[in-house]
Structures are given as structure tokens and as C-alpha cells.
């Protein structure tokens, strides 16, 4: 009996035959989505790397925060021009006095939720930099063990 991985790779398989759409080629980020561009990614990665140069895993990790948010902000700019795009060439009928407030007007509730993602993004940038600033005020100390032997 196959498993729940053999079976969820059989049905992508099939649906892909279905659609007729080549199979996702594999990419090394997952942050990075096949229609972005890896090297611009990783020039964010690596200016956020000189700019900060962390130096102990805690330090990364909020440097590797602040990049995916960095990123996201990025994302979701491109989101909204794209989204703006598609409704207005998707009405039936367009305003030509309102060409910018008419896809928000026909759609509030995609907008809504693209503000949402926006500030919920940006609070995350923010506390990932106050964490860094926090984390080199106050190094977390290295724990001392007592050597073998010793009680």
C-alpha cells in the first residue's frame, strides 16, 4: 500500500500530465521563487551580511530575519503593481478618470489582505532589528562547563 509522499507525488504527477506543465525545476533557495531572480537575492544576502557581519548562529539568525523580510517587502511591491495590473485589464468595464482606485474599488478584499501581509511584514522587519540591536547590546553569555571529573 503506498504511503501519503507516494501517493501526493502520484497525483502531482498526474495533474501535471493533465495540464500538460513540465515538472518545477529544482532551485536552491527555497525563498526564492522560479520567477525571481536567485542573484538578486542573494546581493540583498550578501549586502545584509556585510553590513551586519554576525558573528555567533544567534546574530545569523536574526540577520537571515531581517533578509526574508527584506525580501518579502520586495515581493509583495511587485505583488500590488501586478494585482493593480490584472484587475484593471479584467473589468469589463474601465474607468478612465479612476484608473487607479477602480481595481481596489472591484476588489477591497484582495487589497485588504495584501495591507495586511505589508504591516505584518514590516513589524516582523522591525522586531528582527530591534532583536539584533537587543541581541549585541547584551551578548548571550557562553555557558562554561565545569571540566570532566570535577564536582
Known sequence: MPNKKETD?????????RLR???LPPH?????LPSEDPAEY???AAAYYNRFKPTRPEERAYVDDIIYCE????????????LNTYIHNNC????PDFALGQPAAEKPKAFNA???RFVSTRKALREAFAALRDLRAHPVRDSVLPPAGVD
Open 114 to 116: 495584501l495591507q495586511w
Open 28 to 32: 536552491t533557495d527555497p525563498a526564492v
Open 71 to 82: 525580501w518579502m517587502l520586495r515581493r509583495l511591491a511587485r505583488t500590488e503593481s501586478e
Open 42 to 44: 542573494n546581493g540583498l
Open 21 to 23: 506543465t513540465a515538472a
Open 9 to 17: 507525488a502520484e497525483y502531482w504527477k498526474s495533474r501535471r500530465a
Open 92 to 95: 469589463f468595464h474601465t474607468h
